[in-house]
């Protein structure tokens, strides 16, 4: 970008660590795993920006905030204690907190050496969430940067803290807030909000030991550009899965390129506006722009438009441009456009014939999604059953009488219904589901990109005992041959097959117990069911063709992913079983309709 475009000049990536290290994360083991995954990336030289524009600060906190003092040259760190609970000092200048990697290597892998023994007799229940973020920002001071929360249990001190109180002792306004994902304080909106206008952004781990009030503390994620990450029943020890998942995505934060300072621009042909902005960022005064404090190449907002006014087609293309100015890892402003061009439509068939069923579903989603945190989980389920109502109703209007029975849409909006019917059965609806569990799934909905967002409103589901040699290999196309996907129903789900089933954040493997002993022996190098691991982690190398094609087709669905997700192998006598039964989202539930139920509705 040229030099008007500079006026903000970068001179490090600050990155700030604020771990906490009450009784519940260091039982829980995430001290651990957090410094030993950032010895790793450190030891490997593969954190994103380089030793020479990083700046690397830590704090720790439980009832109180803990400082390490990383002076250059020193030949230890010095741990600080700040005891003061409603207000954020520093004990020394923000400059002794922040430490280059160049510099100060050594010094910041002995303190990450150091940290899990220091607190490995922490009997402390009480957290200060919100102090230690702001001693975060006075460390950061007036340079961009991005804050890695690590959030184990509900801040109960200090600024921002919470309550965890029963059903029966919430007065009617705080039921609405609290069975809805409502956040029930400001403070953490307020917070975020501040850490935009300064160009910070705030990534949230949070670790489901106890209760977080996650509905409440994403939002430092939410107003400032940042991420939510949740992990259920977080063990590092006992939960392997969650434990391997927070490895893999916590060392793909650390090493993928980053930009910082980013100012987004939507121009709109004449007449055209933009309603909303869908998903973690910040509005700009204007309503075209968004400012972005830190992305990253798999963030995604959405953007809802309308038509203001009478359309003039001068021109046989509506064009429409994207231009992004930010900070690269090298502390250089860069300028991004992208522009695209789609034609008017001269009737409302023409539209729904070029209608994109994904696109359309991920923006309904994630609509729902942003509805939840101003009106009730009924309202919103309800907008957006009847948005897919108006959507078929509409339609139905332009056929001629003899084809308006029944639910009929284009080919290009085929799928529509089904995706419609799926979003309903989000977890984030879901009222036996946890406050913390609806909430993290609010926040996957409305960051994730539409690939995956879409797996997560319809999970694949596919049988693994019937691939051939040619699933998973590449066609002239250049694409992989995948097998036929199955609906995700008990149905399809027979107890003599092998199943794979893809949410998007989740693979899960399903062994039927009549599956054949010839490929039980093929695959896991056993002879009866009772043999095979009831919990496995990873699918088993067998040297069999079988074994061979079903290898290959895992590799390939990884290699779409940013990052590679742990493979769960469970048995159908398992009780852990019951997760992947709840994903199979066209069945009735107990408290949603089935798919069939569904397209009756809409009739």
């Known amino acids: 970008a040229s030099r008007e475009y500079s006026g903000r000049p970068m001179q490090f990536i600050t990155r700030v660590f604020v771990i906490e290290v009450t009784s519940a994360a260091v039982q829980a083991g995430v001290v651990e795993a957090v410094c030993q995954t950032l010895l790793e990336c450190l030891h490997d030289q593969s954190m994103s920006g380089g030793e020479k524009n990083y700046q690397f600060s830590l704090i720790s906190f439980d009832s109180h905030v803990h400082f390490y003092r990383l002076k250059r040259g020193a030949t230890r760190p010095e741990m600080m204690v700040m005891l003061d609970d409603t207000e954020a000092v520093l004990p020394r200048p923000a400059h002794e907190f922040l430490a280059g990697l160049a510099d100060c290597k050594k010094l910041i892998s002995d303190l990450l050496k150091q940290m899990p023994s220091l607190h490995s007799g922490a009997t402390e229940k009480e957290s200060c969430l919100g102090l230690a973020m702001e001693a975060a920002l006075q460390i950061i001071g007036d340079e961009s940067g991005q804050v890695a929360l690590f959030q184990c249990s509900l801040p109960t001190v200090g600024p921002g803290s919470l309550k965890h109180m029963a059903p029966s002792q919430h007065t009617k306004a705080e039921k609405t807030k609290y069975c809805g994902l409502q956040p029930t304080v400001e403070y953490y909106k307020s917070l975020s909000t501040v850490c935009a206008q300064r160009h910070i952004s705030v990534d949230v781990f949070a670790f489901g030991t106890s209760f977080l009030d996650l509905a409440s503390t994403a939002c430092l994620s939410r107003f400032s550009a940042g991420q939510v990450t949740f992990f259920s ?42 309603e909303e902005f869908i998903g973690n960022q910040s509005r700009n005064k204007s309503p075209n722009i968004v400012s972005l404090a830190a992305f990253n190449e798999s963030q995604t907002v959405a953007v809802r438009l309308s038509i203001a006014k009478r359309l003039k087609q001068n021109n046989p293309l509506a064009v429409f441009q994207v231009a992004l100015l930010y900070t690269n890892n090298a502390c250089q402003r860069r300028l991004r456009v992208h522009t695209t061009a789609v034609p008017w439509a001269s009737n409302l068939r023409s539209v729904y014939d070029g209608a994109d069923s994904t696109a359309v579903a991920v923006l309904l989603a994630k609509m729902a999604a942003n509805r939840c945190l101003t009106v009730s989980v009924e309202e919103s389920l309800k907008m957006t059953f009847e948005t897919c109502k108006r959507v078929v109703g509409n339609f139905r209007q332009l056929l001629s009488d003899k084809h308006r029975g029944g639910v009929s849409m284009p080919q290009s909006l085929a799928v529509l219904p089904l995706y419609c019917s799926a979003v309903q059965k989000l977890a984030m609806f879901d009222p036996s589901d946890s406050r913390d569990d609806r909430a993290s799934c609010l926040q996957y909905i409305y960051q ?11 999970p694949h589901l596919y049988q693994l005992d019937t691939l051939s040699d040619e699933h998973g290999q590449p066609v002239a196309s250049g694409l992989e041959y995948f097998p036929p996907r199955l609906h995700a129903t008990r149905k399809s789900v027979q107890s003599s097959g092998l199943y794979l089933l893809d949410t998007g954040l989740s693979l899960v493997v399903w062994v ?22 009831s919990v496995q982690i990873g699918f088993p190398k067998v040297s069999s063709k079988l074994s061979a094609r079903i290898c290959t087709f895992l590799s390939q669905l990884q290699s779409h992913r940013s990052f590679k997700l742990p493979i769960l192998v469970i048995r159908e006598d398992n009780p852990v079983a019951s997760t992947f039964y709840r994903s199979l989202v066209d069945d009735l539930s107990q408290f949603t309709q089935s798919y069939p139920d569904f397209l009756k509705k809409l009739k």
């Open 512 to 533: 039927g117990e009549m599956l054949s002993h010839r490929v039980i022996l093929d695959l896991f190098d056993v002879v009866t069911f009772p043999e095979i691991p």
């Open 448 to 458: 994730l990109p539409s690939t995956m967002c879409l797996k997560l409103i319809y």
């Open 233 to 274: 029943n977080f063990h590092n020890k006992h939960n392997l899965v969650e434990a391997e998942r927070f490895t893999t995505e916590f060392r793909l934060y650390l090493e993928r390129p980053v930009g910082f300072g980013g100012i987004m621009r939507l121009i709109c042909p004449p007449g055209v506006e933009v």
